[in-house]
């Protein structure tokens, strides 16, 4: 099973937005809603974001926001904090009894 | 609060074994699926073992079939890891992980370094 692939990196403003994309392949993402995103600071145990494509934990803001279509979903953060930059992951469950991760994405607060 | 708290980790010579556990606090854990995912340095997470509830299914990622075995033991709230014929490749953080419905990863411990070297 192939990693998802994200950009390696984002960045933006406070303020602003940013989207971060995870593509797959109908095996993973297109063939399943289990789509889900964390937030890693380094150091600190990963923060689950976003699961199941775009529904929200509780406690986290609803600045961030997710989304799929076909292989592709994607991860936006609106209104960008200097706490939101960190390092951010997709997940998909890849059918066979197997997970996969994105290639991991840094989003920098200018 | 759900709390996860990896131990074992450490330095060990390629072919070697080790064992990581994962104290689990703060939840029902003999309710829950668990997994292992680990991150090598600079890569990205890669999801290593899943293992049910009840510990009576298990699955492997590829990269460490054959070689790692995951275990729980419900009387005691921790989740296992037997590392063994380690190699270079299996340098990482590792991170025990508890699986939310459906199929994602909820909470997460901090994690474990292992170097093998």
């Known amino acids: 099973q192939s990693a998802l692939t994200q950009p390696p990196s984002a960045s933006g403003s406070p303020g602003q937005s940013v989207t971060i994309s995870c593509t797959g392949t109908?095996?993973?993402?297109?063939?399943?809603?289990?789509v889900s995103w964390y937030q890693h600071h380094p150091g600190k145990a990963p923060k689950l974001m976003i699961y199941e494509v775009n529904k929200r934990p509780s406690g986290v803001p609803d600045r961030f926001s997710g989304s799929k279509s076909g292989n592709t979903a994607s991860l936006t953060v609106s209104g960008l904090q200097a706490e939101d930059e960190a390092d951010y992951s997709c997940s998909s469950y890849g059918g066979s009894s197997n997970y996969v991760f994105g290639t991991g994405t840094k989003v920098t607060v200018l | 609060q759900v709390q996860l708290v990896e131990s074992g980790g450490g330095v060990v010579q390629p072919g070697r074994s080790l064992r990581l556990s994962c104290a689990a606090s703060g939840f029902t854990f003999s309710s829950y699926a668990m997994h292992w995912v680990r991150q090598a340095p600079g890569k990205g997470l890669e999801w290593v073992t899943f293992?049910?509830?009840?510990?009576?299914?298990?699955f492997y990622g590829d990269s460490v079939k054959g070689r790692f075995t995951t275990s729980r033991d419900n009387s005691k709230n921790t989740l296992y890891l037997q590392m063994n014929s380690l190699r270079d490749e299996d340098t990482a953080v590792y991170y025990c992980a508890r699986e939310g419905d459906p199929r994602h990863f909820d909470y997460w411990g901090q994690g474990t370094l292992v170097t093998v070297s």
């Open positions: 109908s095996s993973d993402i297109g063939g399943d809603n289990s």
């Open positions: 293992i049910s509830y009840n510990g009576r299914t298990q």
